[in-house]
């Protein structure tokens, strides 16, 4: 009758549920050492670019840029799990699809996390960075 709870709420042995489509889900995961950070709906680490802007906010990776670091596709119905709904929503990119922000920043996936919670994008290039609940970067939060 006891289960260990996971960050959405489920039974933690439980799989994560994925976004149905015209969903997209940002939520709240655990992760060392940074404790809470921004995972997308299969629980892959969410990142910022320090070359975005955010007032406006607009994404700066493109092209080969964006085959490296995929952005996040803002759906019509976004659903936020321990995530301020406020802090989220979208911009149009310069290709015309939507992208997830949180706070503003543009949110991307890294191709070389290959399994859920890697945060091996992490200080690349000095300007990519795992994105805290809030948008803010996730290393700024790590108790020292």
Known sequence: ????????GTRAKDKIKPAAPGQTI?????????????TDDKGFTLYRF?????????SNCNGDCAKTWPPI???????????DKSLVGSITRADGTKQLTLNGWPMYRYIKDTKVCQTNGEGV???WFVA???GKKAKDKVAK
């Open 125 to 127: 290039g000095g300007t």
């Open 26 to 38: 940002i939520r709240a995961m655990d992760v060392k050492p940074f404790g809470k950070i921004a």
């Open 50 to 58: 320090d070359k975005d802007t955010v007032n406006p906010s607009a």
């Open 73 to 83: 596709k803002a759906e019509d119905n976004i659903i936020a799990e321990g995530i």
């Open 1 to 8: 009758t006891w289960w260990s709870a996971a960050p959405n």
């Open 132 to 134: 805290a609940p809030d």
